[in-house]
């Protein structure tokens, strides 16, 4: 505090880029980075990112850059959700390559964008479970639902029903940008970069 009872205006040091590299959070354009493996840690970095851009604005835009040949499926879910709830209207571009439990966070943008040359895996996925029968059996259930739900989200975002995903998710099945918008799974392709507020 100042001398004479005046506040000071606290100048922040950090550096945006530093932010951006470290955290994958960029504030001065409302950017988020995901790229690798989708894990807890990956996807708490970026579900606090969404709530502290929503804090900032909650009506400003959101851009979530995404790449990534899948990974935990609850962690993606639990992203689906933070961008189905937040209050910010939100983008999704992919980069690269969106895959599994990656396409179900496509899912969950307002407006699904892929790069020209970028390429989407669905399949049902796999799991892994060691230990007793009985606690198996309750996981091949579960596995069951959890397929069912990927399903209806995949049904409620796209022009397929869930037939159409039980079919073609038994095995790995790879879609071009153009197919993945024809399917309904995105909205458009990216041919050119834009940062946030430009005119194409």
């Not at 059996?137 to 409620?156: H, N, T």
């Not at 037939?163 to 993945?180: G, I, M, S, Y």
Request: proline share 3%; with cysteine; glycine share 8%.
């Amino acid at each position: 505090m100042e001398s004479g009872g005046k506040v000071s205006k606290r100048v922040s040091t950090l550096d945006p880029l530093a932010i951006w590299a470290d955290s994958g959070v960029l504030t001065t354009t409302r950017m988020l980075y995901l790229g690798g493996e989708i894990s807890q840690e990956s996807v708490d970095i970026v579900i606090k990112g969404i709530l502290a851009l929503e804090s900032l604005d909650p009506t400003g835009k959101i851009t979530l850059i995404l790449s990534s040949e899948g990974g935990a499926y609850y962690p993606a879910l639990a992203l689906y959700d933070a961008l189905r709830a937040t209050s910010c209207p939100t983008t999704i571009k992919v980069l690269g390559h969106c895959m599994s439990s990656a396409v179900v966070i496509l899912q969950g943008a307002d407006h699904r964008v892929i790069s020209e040359n970028a390429r989407i895996l669905i399949h049902d996925g796999t799991e892994g479970y060691e230990g007793e029968a009985r606690n198996f059996e309750k996981w091949g259930k579960q596995c069951v639902l959890d397929r069912q739900l990927m399903y209806d989200i995949f049904a409620s975002r796209s022009k397929c029903d869930q037939k159409w995903f039980d079919r073609n998710c038994q095995h790995d099945k790879f879609l071009t940008p153009t197919e993945c918008i024809s399917l309904g799974l995105a909205d458009e392709i990216l041919t050119k970069y834009v940062q946030q507020g430009e005119t194409p």
